[in-house]
């Protein structure tokens, strides 16, 4: 093992349930390996810090072929992705997803901000993104910290890990 | 060999995926002194190369890693 703490640095920039776990994830894991780690979160990224948005995250199955048919006996009667625009078809997938995610015992995304929070990764809200979405810093859970482009590209240049998720 | 030594905490993480197994690990260890042992059990299949990643990136040792009936049992020592 090298002398110098590793560092990752990510930006998570989508706002959908299933790509909020990666940088969680991968945040989690690489501080429990004593890593420092920085997530920069911008434009849908940052409902991943709003406190009210965070906990209401979607899956959406528009244009989304991944997604399994619904009675997992019958494969043929998957559903075609133009019908993942039709009402409800969001919320359903959503209720899918949550349903495999509690069976797996995997953490919410609540839970998994607060393993951040406790590994001291530093969660930073795009201010670009907080101007142009309306977002002001008492929307988000105290321990997001505003800052720019320049703040997380000088943050990056030294880092081993950079990832855009 | 490994049953002879004295094991601190078992962590039992059957059930449970990536990334809960090497964070309950990374919060045991750092609760034990050095030279001391956590066992970990595990189901994931992925908890095997990641237990070897983790020693790797901490420098913490892997004194065993096996299977049984499905269940992997990991013996971590904390190295400093």
């Known amino acids: ?165 | 060999m490994a049953e002879t030594m004295k094991i601190q905490q078992t962590l039992d993480c059957k059930g449970l995926l990536c990334p809960l197994p090497i964070i309950k690990l990374s919060k045991a260890i750092k609760g034990i002194q050095v030279g001391e042992i956590v066992e970990m059990l595990a189901t994931d299949p992925g908890s095997v190369p990641d237990v070897k990643a983790f020693q790797a990136q901490t420098g913490h040792e892997i004194l065993a890693s096996e299977q049984q009936a499905g269940v992997y049992r990991f013996l971590v020592k904390r190295t400093k």
């Open chain 1, 1 to 165: 093992m090298g002398e110098k703490t590793k560092r990752l640095a990510m930006v998570a920039s989508k706002g959908t349930l299933d790509q909020a776990y990666p940088p969680l994830i991968l945040a989690t894991t690489a501080a429990a390996m004593g890593w420092e780690v920085g997530i920069f979160f911008t434009f849908y990224g940052l409902d991943i810090l709003h406190k009210k948005r965070l906990e209401h995250l979607q899956v959406s199955p528009v244009g989304n072929p991944a997604m399994p048919p619904p009675i997992p006996a019958i494969p043929m009667l998957k559903v075609p992705t133009f019908m993942g625009a039709l009402p409800g078809m969001t919320a359903m997938a959503t209720t899918m997803m949550k349903g495999w995610m509690a069976k797996a015992k995997l953490p919410t995304v609540k839970e998994m901000l607060d393993l951040c929070v406790e590994a001291d990764v530093q969660l930073i809200a795009c201010a670009t993104t907080m101007g142009v979405m309306g977002i002001r810093q008492e929307d988000l859970i105290p321990q997001a910290q505003c800052a720019g482009a320049t703040t997380f590209l000088d943050y990056a240049s030294a880092a081993d890990v950079s990832l855009f998720i």
